[in-house]
């Protein structure tokens, strides 16, 4: 049997959880058999505060060392979105040509993808997020893909998200459901590393700690998580929170800004807040806490940081946004956009810590990245098979 070639295009590389999952699931497809390639659109991305290159970031350095080719169209910070020139369309054309399957990263890059000339192969869109009325352009962008013919299926990493672009005007028939899942042996309860972790920061062992791992975005509605830890930390006299992600700095002027509006006649709580960035050693920081929470007001899915949190141990504790419900459930707290009631859950959460743990560490497998891998070269699998049996028409 012919090897299967597949090409993934990305937007960009930067730090967030939708690319962190797509890597991976490249990397374990390309390690079980498939031969995968990356292609980004842009060679550096400006986001969350953050010049990001390329070569700099994680995932990137992940998929070549594994042995994906990753290449670029070598776009920066001034290119004009939507419009692609003749080398970079051929560009494009080469490594379509080269593949079997192509996925895109969330519906962003299909704008390079609908242009007119290009090898016709079948692309599955990989959706990771549950509010497509704010992306932009991109949606429009699926749906002329979807009309066009383009789209032989897309792939959503929670049920929110299916439901969300069902109602956009996705078909159905087109939308699967493969939830996110992590890599288990990385991904767990580590007395060790919790140690470590704590001596560094000078962190008592024994003291409650909260972690927050997300970029720098409206979404993630960073100021009602800080207004919840001034009402945490002014409480809990010994707590402590790390801040971690894109733009979770010092440096950054916003967030300086959304602190001193939060904890400004509080100055002092300030100091068991700390700001870490972005961090390659994640399943060391989740080890380290006993809660793991998110305040995002739109956009989520299956958010990776509640369920790299929970495979440590962490006790989740979410606002009720995607399929954060469903992934607390049992094992931790749903709260409200309050500061004070999510203060309140981190206290009830962190006081739960081994009442927890069992369903925690019952819930592993359903968390499986072998799962996850498995399913989707199983769906990768049946479109190369049918576009086999009734190719794409070349566009006259």
């Not at 350095?61 to 920066?76: D, K």
Request: aromatic share 4%; with cysteine.
């Amino acid at each position: 049997m012919a090897e299967l070639r597949v090409l993934s295009v990305y937007e960009g590389f930067f730090s967030g959880g939708a690319r962190i999952v797509h890597s991976d699931v490249v990397m374990g497809l390309h390690e079980g058999g498939q031969r995968h390639a990356v292609l980004s659109i842009n060679g550096e991305m400006h986001r969350e505060a953050t010049t990001q290159r390329m070569e700099d970031d994680a995932c990137y350095r992940s998929l070549t060392a594994a042995g994906v080719q990753v290449s670029t169209l070598g776009r920066g910070l001034g290119a004009a979105p939507g419009a692609f020139t003749g080398p970079e369309l051929a560009a494009t054309a080469r490594a379509a040509a080269g593949a079997d399957v192509v996925l895109s990263l969330k519906e962003q890059p299909l704008g390079l993808l609908n242009q007119a000339g290009l090898p016709r192969r079948p692309v599955v869109v990989c959706l990771h997020r549950s509010d497509p009325e704010n992306q932009g352009p991109a949606l429009d962008d699926l749906r002329r893909a979807v009309a066009d013919g383009r789209i032989a299926a897309a792939i959503c990493c929670a049920e929110s998200t299916r439901a969300a672009y069902e109602a956009a005007g996705v078909p159905a028939g087109l939308l699967h459901v493969i939830p996110n899942g992590v890599d288990l042996l990385r991904f767990r309860p580590d007395p060790a590393r919790r140690a470590l972790l704590r001596t560094a920061l000078g962190i008592p062992q024994d003291a409650p700690v909260v972690v927050f791992a997300a970029r720098y975005a409206a979404m993630k509605n960073v100021p009602l998580f800080l207004r919840a830890a001034r009402a945490w930390l002014g409480r809990e006299r010994g707590g402590h929170v790390l801040m971690c992600g894109a733009g979770m700095t010092a440096a950054n002027p916003g967030l300086r800004t959304d602190i001193e509006a939060a904890l400004g006649d509080e100055p002092r709580l300030a100091e068991r807040i700390a700001l870490l960035g972005v961090r390659r050693d994640m399943e060391t920081l989740y080890a380290a806490a006993d809660v793991v929470t998110l305040t995002s007001s739109s956009g989520e899915a299956a958010p990776l940081s509640l369920i790299e949190g929970m495979m440590c141990g962490a006790v989740p504790v979410a606002t009720d946004v995607g399929d954060c419900a469903a992934l607390v459930a049992g094992r931790g707290h749903l709260t409200p956009h309050d500061p004070n009631a999510i203060a309140l859950a981190w206290d009830e959460a962190a006081a739960q810590r081994a009442r927890f743990a069992p369903a925690l560490a019952r819930s592993r497998e359903r968390f499986s990245r072998t799962r996850m891998i498995a399913a989707y070269a199983h769906l990768i699998e049946q479109i190369h098979a049918g576009a086999d049996r009734a190719p794409l028409p070349e566009p006259f």
